[in-house]
């Protein structure tokens, strides 16, 4: 996991309570037993360098059993205001164990939840993998759904792309979101956008603002190829 430059973005959001808001992005760190001590270290440090107002991580943090690595996992108990929504490999690998290891996360999946930001609630909620289903967990969408329609200005966090109907839908300022590596390895590229809606980067549908991360770390083969990993300062904007 080669930890890039941080990539700035400002966001176009139709809420003018949550102007200027500054979301710190991170997405698919693939933590494996190759992972080392010092890249996760340097990561936190960079994360903590940073002034925002939340960060978020839209699932698989890990890539292997939490007993195999819980050293470099309780590194990141080191971040602060975290808010972290699973991702299917967190699922396969054990999203218990994880909870259990990060003890300094909000995790959110199936959960909603409100922030203060100059002093208005902010409305954040997170909806479980679409795997979920295979490991006996409840996506509770109508939950989400109907939390989301009743604050106007609320995010809404999934790890992949699919999701991002739940937003539109319910007039959801912010969707955030990971899972497709932005395709890794050219030309895979292809192949993503034949089951994801979207590839990676910033899109606008009716009221929402939806913005897919293509992560930090990869999967199967450790290369990328015309898919830059990121790690994302979100700033959001009312016009």
Known sequence: MKLPKISNININIKNEDLHN???LHLSDLHINKRTSVENI???VDICNNIKYDILVITGDIIDCKVKKIQNLLKILNNLEKVYYISG?????YGIKDLEKILDNFNFIDNKTLFIKYNDKNIAIAGLSDRFSKFFKIKRDENKIINFLKKNKNSILL??????YN????????LFLCGHTH???IFPFHYLVKLVQPFLNGLHYKKNSAIYVNKGLGTWGI?????????ITLIKLIHK
């Open 88 to 92: 299917n490999h967190d699922l396969f």
């Open 41 to 43: 270290k340097t990561l």
């Open 222 to 230: 450790d290369f990328r190829y015309k898919a830059n990993n990121e």
């Open 182 to 184: 932005g395709g890794q």
């Open 166 to 173: 739940f937003a539109v839908n319910t007039n959801t300022n």
């Open 158 to 163: 999934a790890h992949q792309p699919k999701d």
């Open 21 to 23: 808001m500054q979301i």
